[in-house]
């Protein structure tokens, strides 16, 4: 594999994509020690992870949160409806992209 490497001079020698996008990951998992309960880890990891995800969709933070917590009461008897939820559909993308400078 890394002949390939080594053939293909557009691939980047450097990895600090990669390990900026672990960055986040370490940093959280080393605050997570530190939760009293269980449920409070749980529930910290699940907003690190809605939260991770916004940025990766290039969304505003606070808008997508704000926006799951106001649906997510409609879902309760319709699970499968949550998928309306996620970062890339297309209501939360009109919702809360950020918006280019271009």
Partial sequence: ???????????S????????IARPYAVGRKNFLFHD????ARA????????????????????YLETV???????????EGIEELMPWSDMIQQRCRIKSKS
């Fill in 1 to 11: 594999y890394m002949e390939n490497y080594l053939l293909d001079g557009r691939c």
């Fill in 13 to 20: 020698i450097s990895n600090n994509i990669a390990e900026n």
């Fill in 37 to 40: 309960t269980v449920k409070g």
């Fill in 44 to 63: 910290s990891s699940i907003i690190y992870s809605l939260v991770e995800t916004a940025k990766l969709n290039n969304l505003n933070i606070y808008a």
């Fill in 69 to 79: 917590l106001l649906y997510m009461p409609d879902y309760k008897n319709e699970p």
